[in-house]
């Protein structure tokens, strides 16, 4: 994948006209001290340097995401590895004048472009969860320079430091699952009494016998136009009950004896829906 980005930051900086009508290499290569002999013509360097995890981005998110699958299940992703791939940017030329001038552009071609353009990302990044950020010339990422340039032999030169952070997901997704749209608590009698009431049980009607359940259903809320979950009420009216959808339209009402119920959802104070459900039952679903 590391490749693939080098390919998305070099048409970046080709794509500039004062670059590309210059016809300016763009290298990769390690700069040490006999690289720049071998040159035919101006160039300009991005040498990756270091590779480490954006520990603060790994904070602030849960390690998993639920996605759905199918419409019934769902699976779940472990939330990619966010990388910043610290590159070192240099200009090389005849006179330092040219180089200055290529610094120059492609400064101002990287500056104003904070995040890498999705048309210039080969097929492999083309699938990345949030954009690729570019964090430029920054003080605190390229602290001693001379240190890298000694360890290559080479003298020290004018360089600026170029951050890229892309996510790198190594995970497999975990199997698909059912989603529980509802669960079912039985009451029995205490151990002494539970023979005596198992026979009874045997015996019951089907009504009977749902009497001892108390059930929690669940479904979504959904819609062809975009909704404003805050302003939607679901109102069960034989139990008494209102809640409200979570953000992406998930509900569930709980301590429910089987039986139907009338379901009204409301958006605002307009009734929006009326539905009868059955408790318990495969679907409960509500489309507005």
Known sequence: MINELDEALRRLLLRDDQI?????????????????????????????YDVREN??????RPAWEV?????????RHRRPVRLDLHYMLTAW?????????LLTVALMALFRTPELPVDLLPDRLQEQPVPICLTVAQEDILRNPAEIWSAMENQLRPSVPVVVTLALNPYEPMPAVKIVKERGLRFEPHLKRRDKAYREQEDASDEAKAAHYRWTIGGT??????????????????????VRPHADGRFS????????????????DRRAEHKVITVPSA??????
Do not use: C, M
């Not at 520990?55 to 602030?60: A, E, I, N, P, V």
């Not at 030329?93 to 001038?101: G, M, N």
């Open 20 to 48: 590309k009508e210059n016809r300016i290499d763009i290298s990769f290569d390690q700069p040490k001290g006999d690289w720049s002999a071998k040159l035919s013509r101006a160039t300009l360097n991005l040498f990756l």
């Open 55 to 60: 520990s603060k981005l790994r904070q602030t």
């Open 67 to 75: 996605r759905p699958h199918n419409g019934d299940s769902v699976t």
């Open 93 to 101: 030329a005849t006179e330092p004048d040219d180089e200055h001038y």
């Open 221 to 242: 809320v959904t819609s062809d136009q975009p909704l404003d979950f805050e302003t939607i009420r679901l109102i069960l009216v034989e139990a008494g009950v209102e």
């Open 253 to 268: 009402f709980g301590n429910l004896t089987a039986g139907d119920y009338n379901l009204e959802i409301y958006v605002g």
């Open 283 to 288: 679907d409960f679903e509500v489309k507005l």
